[in-house]
């Protein structure tokens, strides 16, 4: 009966908080088209660019919220095949090329040339979640390190970058769905991704976990060999 209620108050928790973070792009769009009809607000590329980013990011909530939905439905199945790091990680790498050249960020891999059984398109999905976060809170003219590696328990791949720590207290929720601490509050993103990349890897038998650095933050998504 607890855990039936602590289920109860996470999904409530849950549909509160979406409806937060729905809420606040459409109050700055109903705003900003309001102040345009009135002609307080002059109509320029200035503008639209900002209704954009604000309809942009109510889409990515949408579409993130709906791939979580698929991926914890019953019915998700798994499609497996051999998988070769080198080429996933140079893959992520080609993705975030414009935003790494953006900021500065000095991009390194630590990849050894293993192979491995995993869903491409989920663990693409996956590692780019965790170096989308890695882009958007590494320092200017930082460093992310992605590796990729065989250890005793399976496949380690890890995403790292020098920038800001989490503070402890935000540390244990980083992967409760859209919590986005002091440390994530300023920046974009839906708040899922990190949440989506964990259950990723559970439908894997792994895990993620996200740990502070010296020098700033490190995921880890751990995958048993045989998956």
Known sequence: RLQLQRERDLRRQWVHDLAHDLRTPVAALR??????????????????????REIGRAQELVADLEELMRLESPEMRLVPASLEAVALVEEARERFEHDLKAKGIDFRAEVQPLRFRADPALLQRALSN????????????????????R?????????????????????????????????????????LGLTIAQRIAALHGGEVRVTNREDGVEARMRLPEAT
């Open 130 to 149: 965790l170096l989308a976060n890695a882009v958007r809170h590494c320092t200017e003219s930082g460093t992310i390190t992605v590796g990729a590696r």
């Open 31 to 52: 705003a900003q088209f309001e102040a345009m009809r009135d002609g307080v607000l002059e109509v320029s590329p200035e503008c639209l660019e900002k209704v954009l």
């Open 151 to 191: 250890e005793q328990a399976g496949i380690t791949l890890s995403v790292a970058n020098t920038g800001e720590r989490i503070p402890e207290q935000d540390l244990q929720r980083v992967f409760d769905r859209l919590y986005r601490g002091e440390y994530a509050r300023s920046s974009p993103g839906s708040g």
